[in-house]
């Protein structure tokens, strides 16, 4: 990726290698830290029960409030009673 500077402003400098690999090394440990913290399954298994919870209550407003044909609502037949 090309890095471009905002205009106005001068270029950054790369860092030094230093400083680039204290940056991986970082990376590494928060890697480390999430898969010892986050349990991925957990978070899989409430998202698939959010969307399942979701659907469920969509399905039952569409049951209870049913949408209105729009060309009924249009046509002036149905008036005429």
């Known amino acids: 990726m090309e890095r ?8 950054l400098d790369p860092p030094s290698a230093v400083t680039a690999q ?3 090394d970082e990376s590494v440990r ?3 830290w999430r898969e010892e913290r986050i349990d991925r399954r957990s978070a899989a298994r409430l ?13 039952a ?3 209870v409030f049913p949408p209105r ?7 002036p037949s149905w008036r005429r009673c």
């Open 47 to 59: 998202r698939l029960f959010e969307g399942v919870g979701l659907s469920v209550y969509i399905t």
């Open 30 to 32: 928060v890697v480390r």
């Open 69 to 75: 044909m729009v060309a009924a609502t249009r046509s």
């Open 22 to 24: 204290a940056y991986l």
């Open 61 to 63: 407003l569409m049951l």
């Open 4 to 11: 471009r500077p905002q205009q106005g402003t001068p270029p």
